[in-house]
């Protein structure tokens, strides 16, 4: 079965300083996608990860991947309190061509001024 | 280009009752997942449709049901409604295995 975590389930930090999320998963897959989520709202769709070794950057969020330690991080650079949300990753290990994410916990960041 | 349509919004209904929940997906996406979000179990995937076939199922009761129709609007119901089922319940819409699912804002649904 797969399970996926996500540390720290909690994180305040500051604005302008630099942060970063770990995802964990537990079975091996090549497709790992982090959502944004702001309190009372659906899921925002940040990045798409499909290869080992993949990095992808938005503004001031970095997402990379390592499939062989079945991990995955969201670097937060010089936050903004704009960044304020709930940051889920998911994970997709379907063999066949279905969609089927298994969610993290999530990490509820709040950054302050 | 619209985004994934669900509908309603909120709903409360009593325990016992069944409910149907919605979900039109992005125009020419035939893939369509169901997930429920609770504070103590996060997000859980309830099952998937592809051409109207249900391609993927988590791990609910037989209460949870899906259906999706040939235009690829989906449709979930629960019967016999238990507290533990008030959620928000999440649609999400993919083109393909190697793109990302978009998600609608959700139904609200409280259970009394």
């Known amino acids: 079965e797969l399970k996926v975590e996500q540390n720290p389930l909690f994180l305040s930090m500051q604005e302008g300083k630099n942060y970063t999320i770990y995802c964990n998963y537990s079975t091996t897959s090549d497709r790992l996608y982090w959502y944004r989520q702001d309190p009372g709202k659906s899921l925002e769709s940040l990045f798409v990860?499909?290869?080992?070794?993949a990095v992808k950057q938005e503004g001031r969020l970095m997402a990379s991947l390592d499939t062989k330690a079945r991990l995955s991080t969201l670097h937060i650079t010089a936050a903004v309190h704009d960044l304020s949300a709930t940051y889920f990753c998911a994970v997709d290990n379907t063999n066949n061509a279905g969609n089927m994410l298994t969610f993290g916990g999530g990490t509820r960041l709040m950054v302050k001024p | 280009k619209a985004g994934v349509t669900q509908t309603p919004r909120y709903l409360i209904k009593t325990r016992g009752q069944q409910v149907t929940l919605s979900c039109s997906p992005i125009?020419?996406?035939?893939?369509v997942s169901w997930y429920q979000q609770t504070p103590g179990q996060g997000l859980q995937f309830l099952f998937e449709?592809?051409?109207?076939?249900?391609?993927n199922k988590g791990n609910f009761p037989g209460r949870f049901s899906g259906r999706q129709f040939s235009n690829s609007r989906s449709e979930m119901n629960v019967s016999t409604l238990e507290l533990g089922d008030s959620a928000l319940y999440l649609c999400a819409s993919s083109a393909g295995r190697t793109t990302e699912a978009f998600f609608g804002q959700g139904t609200r649904l409280t259970v009394v």
């Open positions: 125009s020419g996406h035939r893939s």
């Open positions: 990860l499909l290869s080992n070794g």
């Open positions: 449709y592809f051409s109207e076939t249900q391609r």
